[in-house]
């Protein structure tokens, strides 16, 4: 996502190949930022979201409301260093320390806000900080932590509040035949329900075909993206993972103007697919290993990355959970509630039929096994995290299967999303020039076995 | 019915040092035993489908060994105690495993177990949506429905009315002579200790519905009889949290001169409080799991799609059954308990203990690993919250 | 009803997971003697011999103490204690009697810290932190031992700073790496120090500040006896701090005062003659036999 601003090395070799349409779509996020603040400061209601895999974000966008997502910004206090004091002010007001550093690091800011600022944004809240909330809306798709911190909330603030409905399940059950139609008919019904709301509070009518406008954007979008990460499996991986993460909220959740998006993002896809005409590398030493990234990185260490990169590691893919899958067909509905629903759905429900055909019962080891195929990876950095559960508890299985069904390894590190004194640096490197050894091993294992990596 | 040397108590007593032995002579006698994980799966159509529901739990005193092959170390503990035992084949008397999207790692427990754990040769995931919205009602009696059908092919038999409504009253019934026996712990000091009553319950959650209830009447009438009364205590408590299983928590509190007199768990009123109503259908059952049974992984507010906030009013629409059971119980302390890494719980608390606070109950957190070593220091804080309490 | 001897003693033993300590007061509360001793492996035999310490220095027999209260981690190795009482509801009562309008104390003790909120002189509400050594006096020896300085020497030598060092590391054996990297850059000993007492006490304020710090703030415990430390305390907290004169006794001496009103209470009732004819007999024959 964000990362505070590199100033340009240009005596030094830069270690990651930096695409130039990524920064476009970087300034886009933090332009949106300046403009959501300024819109609050005039007095515009400003709605606070969790990533709700575009449900939420297309209907909100169409009613032209104000909006920011603390996932977002907890990743900015995390990578410019300034969590620590909303970290510990949470804490102080009793709530337990295990929990996720995105959901500490908000409801440490709004007690600093409500409690200790009264009412005005704390003054060391990085980018000018987040205004105050007309509505907190949560989501339950990916992890709990995700409604109950809004529920929490409730402590600072007498904002109304929503949580947003999407199933998850297991892959078995996740294709029973008459399925779709009741869950498509139940998000339906919930998203109808959630724009009265919306209308009733902010007093202003749906303008639907502006909704239908911006579905098609995203979809446009999507398929701009989805066609990026396909390009991206050519050898040398022609994009670095950071450069995706700083380059993916126009598309996670739509920040900013989307028909510049569309735009940054077709620019993007040409830039790519140059570079794998000219076989240039998203990092400027030699490849050497192409590796996998699952699931959230680092945003307080990614320089840890360039010094990965001088040793030949190419991270040519990363974080499912960022990634939306190929938009669905969606010019058969004409209802755009139902498209909304069966796009959102889509983000899981696309792959549980393969993986029920591969006889994987947990949908993200699916989605990694088809990576690690797609890309041709040696090796995978898995990197769970001690106060995330939902973004780590599938690793240890997607490690098991990766290795029994395509004998691709991998390297297992400890850390955290916002608190940096849980990674080790120096240790992860030692480590890493041992785990090349293992990565040399497997290839030979792999192609014994007939595979073509 | 079954014939036995021991009664009421001593039996519940018995069952709970060993729960899974009725069960595994059922199997013997040719009954299907259907294992489920936390309180979301509909018990009824088991029962309904001839079959022998059997509540899952972890092990407090069983050091986990196996788990970390198939899921990292931060996550809630008592559900890795359930992978672990299920590696190590210490459910192998289930026929089946049927688990609910109650939260994040339940739901990749129940994914792990069919994965990994080959024992079982029936598993199924039942989603559940996050609030209780109308809409949601009906998506939730979906997913039972689909749970219905998945269960009918593996009895080889299907489900009618009518035996689903007998399951319904006998479960019920079941409910209702727990509300009884928790009306005996009114009285000070109450008519059975919190380790007793945590007995009886774990008995019942391994043993058929009507078993069940044969046990409660032989308690229910013991206890209003016995001569042996519990001691008075200084202090009446409510216990509040997730999966509280085990007999050394409540040993530990009342220990320290309190008696445990109502709880808000899972192990606990969480199942026992609410019916199933008529018409005993799965539009019913969706409306008692997902609306009535009280759980903080349900999303509630106090009205859906309100624009206007009250942080006290919405609190009281949340919790004031704990209200409730604070007056009925004539309670003057609260222990909150959990688990380390569980959200669903973790959030509450402090929201909790405000609302505690306007009703005047002091209160205390405690946050443990679900291991028997873990208590000792618990130990010191419940005596010292005690001693705080006039 | 039988009434009081004028001359009645009550006793306090806090058996610890380092120290022991035992406080004989008399009935007005104040304190007629105090012992402290490591406590070692063995807690009967610890208990005993810190009780007969104490019973020297005040010119004592057994007999003449009416109601003796045990606390602190080994408080179920006291036999001859007639009751117990948790060592923070003593530390509470102990730090009141010495300053009655307290409303926060901090104890860190050798292996673990408590923060106690006091109203009124009684206890209302506390936390603790017994599973981490950052911020506990463990954390110090430690430190002591990594600079090769002794533990009871090495306050005076942080004061000679303005400027400590961070130290970053949240685990104690981290924390031990930085110190050495530290002293091999060439840092100056007084800064390291400082730092390392900045550590710990940060550690313990984050704790307090979760039952909202309110003044006269107390601080005890062995670590409480280092000026360094109670420098950091009063900078990390904002506020000054008090330490009583022996600060390591302030649990005993609760536990002491607490045998007292107990004792009052019991005579009251007219419970006392017979409580204690019961225990005297117990008390001799265990003290007798294993106390050396």
Same mark, same amino acid.
């Not at chain 1, 509630?337 to 055909?357: G, H």
């Given at each position: ?453 | ?16 040092? $060993?729960?899974?032995? !009725? %069960?595994? &002579? +059922? ?6 035993? *259907? ?126 009315? $009518?035996?689903?409504? !007998? %399951?319904? &009253? +006998? ?6 002579? *727990? ?212 | ?292």
């Amino acid at each position: 996502m964000s990362e505070t601003a590199t100033p340009a090395k240009t005596e030094q070799k830069r270690a990651i190949n930096r695409l130039k349409s990524m920064y476009p779509l970087r300034n886009l996020v933090q332009q949106d930022y300046v403009n959501t603040l300024q819109a609050s400061n005039e007095g515009k209601p400003t709605v606070w979201a969790m990533l709700n895999y575009w449900e939420g974000d297309l209907p909100l966008k169409a009613m032209g409301l104000n909006i920011v997502y603390p996932e977002n910004y907890a990743t900015l206090l995390a990578a410019s260093g300034t969590a620590e004091p909303f970290l510990d002010a949470s804490d102080s007001d009793g709530f337990p320390t295990h929990m996720c550093g995105y959901g500490r690091s908000t409801i440490g800011y709004s007690y600093r806000m409500m409690k200790e600022n009264g009412g005005k944004i704390p003054p060391d809240a990085p980018m000018g900080g987040m205004a105050k909330p007309a509505l907190l809306l949560g989501s339950g798709i990916i992890c709990d932590a995700r409604f109950k911190w809004f529920q929490a909330l409730a402590r600072y603030f007498d904002a109304p509040q929503w949580c947003l409905e999407m199933p998850m399940m297991a892959t078995a059950e996740g294709t029973e035949a008459d399925l779709e139609e009741y869950q498509v008919k139940f998000l339906v019904k919930e998203l109808k329900d959630f724009i009265s709301f919306l209308e009733k509070l902010f007093k202003k009518k749906m303008d639907w075909a502006r909704l239908e406008e911006l579905i098609d954007l995203a979809v446009r979008i999507h398929e701009t993206t989805y066609q990026i990460s396909e390009v991206r499996k050519a050898i040398p991986g022609p994009m670095h993972s950071t450069d995706f993460w700083s380059s993916m909220p126009p598309a996670l959740f739509f920040a900013g103007d989307m028909k510049v998006a569309l735009k940054c993002y077709q620019d993007m896809l040409a830039e790519v697919q140059e570079r794998v005409n000219n076989k240039a590398s998203g990092i400027n030493y030699p490849e050497r290993y192409r590796l996998i990234f699952a699931e959230l990185p680092p945003w307080h260490s990614l320089k840890f990355f360039d010094k990965l990169a001088e040793m030949g590691w190419n991270f040519v893919f990363e974080s499912f959970g960022y990634h939306n899958p190929k938009p669905p067909d969606l010019s058969k509905y004409s209802d755009p509630c139902e498209k909304l629903a069966r796009l959102s759905r889509n983000f899981m429900f696309n792959i549980y039929e393969e993986a029920k055909r591969d006889n994987v019962s947990n949908a993200v080891v699916e989605i990694y096994l088809k990576i690690a195929r797609g890309f041709k990876a040696d090796g995978f950095f898995m990197h769970p995290l001690i106060s995330c559960r939902a973004a780590s508890c599938s690793l240890r299985t997607v490690q098991h299967f990766e290795q029994e069904k395509l004998d691709v390894p991998s390297l297992w590190v400890e850390g955290d999303i916002i608190d940096k004194r849980v990674f080790n640096p120096q240790e992860v490197l030692a480590r890493a020039e041992a785990f090349e050894q293992t990565m040399d091993h497997y290839k030979k294992v792999r192609k014994s076995r007939g595979l073509d990596w | 019915m079954v014939t036995t040397t021991t009664k009421g108590l001593s039996r519940a007593h018995e069952i709970y040092a $060993d729960r899974g032995n !009725r %069960a595994r &002579e +059922l199997r013997k006698a040719g009954k299907k035993i *259907v294992g489920y994980i936390c309180l979301y799966p509909p018990v009824e159509i088991i029962t309904a489908l001839g079959m022998v529901p059997f509540r899952v739990f972890g092990d407090m005193s069983e050091p986990i060994t196996a788990a970390d092959q198939v899921s990292t170390t931060v996550v809630c503990p008592f559900l890795r105690s359930i992978i672990d035992l299920g590696l190590k084949g210490k459910f192998n008397f289930l026929d089946g495993i049927v688990g609910a999207h109650t939260c994040d790692i339940g739901m990749t427990l129940v994914i792990s177990w069919r994965d990994y754990v080959k024992d079982a040769p029936f598993t199924h995931l039942i989603d559940v949506p996050h609030t209780d919205h109308a809409p949601a009602v009906d998506y939730f009696e979906g997913q039972i429905n689909s749970f219905k059908r998945h269960l009918e092919e593996f009895a080889g038999e299907k489900l009618t009315g $009518d035996k689903l409504k !007998r %399951a319904c &009253e +006998l479960h019920n019934r079941q409910r209702r002579l *727990v509300r009884e026996l928790y009306d005996l712990r009114k009285s000070d000091p109450p008519l059975l200790t919190s380790t007793e009553t945590l007995e009886v319950l774990v008995s019942l959650f391994s043993l058929p519905v009507e078993e069940g209830n044969e046990l409660l009447e032989e308690v229910i009438k013991e206890v209003k009889e016995r001569k042996d009364r519990p001691a008075k205590k200084k202090a009446r408590l409510l216990v509040w949290g997730p999966v509280f299983d085990n007999t050394s928590l409540y040993e530990l509190i009342e220990s320290a001169d309190a008696s445990v007199v109502v709880d808000d768990t899972c192990v606990g009123t969480r199942a026992f409080w609410a019916d199933v109503k008529a018409p005993y259908d799965l539009h019913a059952l969706a409306q008692r799991y997902l609306v009535d049974l009280k759980c903080p992984r349900t999303y509630r507010q106090s009205e859906p799609g309100e624009t206007k906030r009250d942080y006290d009013k919405d609190l009281d629409s949340r919790f004031n059954y704990i209200k409730k059971a604070v007056t009925d119980w004539n309670v003057s302390g609260a222990i909150l308990q959990s688990v380390k890494y569980c959200d669903t719980h973790g959030y509450e608390v402090p929201n909790l203990r405000h609302y505690l606070d306007t009703l005047g109950i002091p209160s205390i957190y405690i946050e443990h690993d679900y291991s028997e070593r873990s208590l000792a220091p618990i130990k010191t804080r419940v005596e010292a919250f005690v001693e705080t309490l006039g | 009803m039988e009434n009081a001897t004028p001359a009645l003693f009550f006793a306090g033993i806090d058996i610890g997971s380092t120290m022991s300590k035992a406080v004989i007061v008399d009935a007005d509360g104040a304190m007629r003697a105090y012992v402290v001793g490591p406590t070692g492996a063995e807690h009967r035999l610890r208990a005993n011999r810190v009780m007969e310490d104490a019973l020297q220095k005040a010119v004592l027999a057994l007999d003449d103490i009416a109601y003796i209260v045990s606390t602190g981690y080994g408080r179920v190795n006291v036999p001859f204690a007639d009751k117990q009482i948790t060592e923070l509801t003593c530390h509470a009562r102990g730090v009141a009697s010495l300053f009655p309008n307290v409303k926060t104390a901090i104890d860190i003790g050798g292996q673990d810290a408590k923060v106690l909120k006091i109203r009124n002189g009684r206890l209302i509400d506390f936390l603790t932190n017994d599973k981490c050594a950052a911020g506990t006096g463990r954390f110090l020896e430690v430190a002591a031992e990594t600079l090769g300085l002794d533990l009871n020497e090495m306050g005076h030598i942080s004061l000679q700073t303005d400027m400590p060092v961070k130290i970053n590391s949240l685990c104690t054996i981290f924390a031990q790496q930085e110190i050495i990297s530290r002293l091999s850059e060439g840092t100056p000993l007084p800064d390291i120090l400082a730092g390392v007492y900045i550590a710990i006490t940060t550690r313990v304020v984050k704790l307090a500040r979760q039952l909202k710090v309110e003044p006269p703030v107390v601080f005890t415990g062995g670590v409480a006896k280092n000026v360094g430390m109670v420098k950091a305390m009063e900078t990390v907290l904002g506020m000054p701090v008090l330490v009583p004169q022996e600060p390591l006794i302030t649990g005993a001496l609760g536990a002491a005062i607490l045998a007292r009103d107990q004792a009052f209470q019991l005579i009251q009732k007219d419970e006392y003659r017979v409580r204690r004819d019961k225990k005297l007999g117990e008390a001799i024959i265990d003290f007798g036999e294993k106390s050396r």
